[in-house]
């Protein structure tokens, strides 16, 4: 009988031995998977800053191309008169950065890419919403959530700054309440 008792109990003891090793592994496992996670998050993390910081520099450059495509504008004004060869090189300098400066469809596409790692599903979920969106809708709202100003988009998309107002008020007919400029 107490050989039993000895055996019972010997065999309670392996089993919470054998049960303390488990929850021992198993809570190994977790704090390493913890710990990947926590890499995997800092990652996103750190190629989320890069992707703002990138959609941040393209608004930058944006803002400064508009103050210096304004100047050589205001150049060229005051000096139309006067010196034609300086006329003809500073027509050539405003059309080479308003070249640059243009939101073709290739820039769209690299530009949108960003947008869309930056702020996810925001210009999907739009057009899910509202069917009626159109991709020039898109570029106004991706441009304006930027906070970009109606001249900046202007020279962006080579339309008028009254033909972005006019955008945004069609724009703001389709999207109705939803909508905020």
């Given at each position: 009988?107490?050989?039993?008792?000895?055996?019972?109990?010997?065999?309670?003891?392996?089993?919470?031995?054998?049960?303390?090793?488990?929850?021992?592994?198993?809570?190994?496992?977790?704090?390493?998977?913890?710990?990947?996670?926590?890499?995997?998050?800092?990652?996103?993390?750190?190629?989320?800053?890069?992707l703002?910081?990138?959609?941040s520099e393209f608004t930058d450059t944006v803002r400064q191309n508009d103050i210096t495509i304004q100047q050589l504008r205001?150049?060229?004004k005051k000096e139309e008169n006067q010196n034609p060869t300086y006329i003809a090189e500073v027509k050539a300098n405003l059309n080479a950065l308003m070249e640059t400066h243009i939101m073709t469809d290739d820039r769209w596409?690299?530009?949108?890419?960003t947008f869309d790692q930056v702020y996810p599903d925001y210009l999907q979920q739009m057009k899910d919403e509202h069917a009626k969106i159109t991709e020039n809708d898109l570029r106004i709202?991706?441009?304006?959530?930027?906070e970009l100003?109606?001249?900046?988009?202007?020279?962006?998309?080579?339309?008028?700054?009254?033909?972005?107002?006019?955008?945004?008020?069609?724009?703001?007919?389709?999207?109705?309440?939803?909508?905020?400029s």
């Open positions: 009988m107490s050989l039993l008792l000895v055996l019972i109990f010997a065999i309670v003891i392996l089993l919470i031995n054998r049960s303390r090793a488990n929850i021992k592994i198993r809570n190994a496992n977790l704090e390493r998977e913890q710990l990947q996670l926590n890499h995997k998050k800092q990652l996103v993390d750190q190629e989320l800053l890069i703002k910081n990138s959609l205001e150049e060229l596409a690299r530009f949108r890419h709202l991706a441009l304006q959530k930027l100003s109606n001249a900046s988009m202007s020279e962006l998309l080579c339309i008028s700054i009254e033909g972005i107002k006019k955008a945004k008020q069609r724009l703001k007919k389709k999207l109705g309440a939803t909508y905020s």
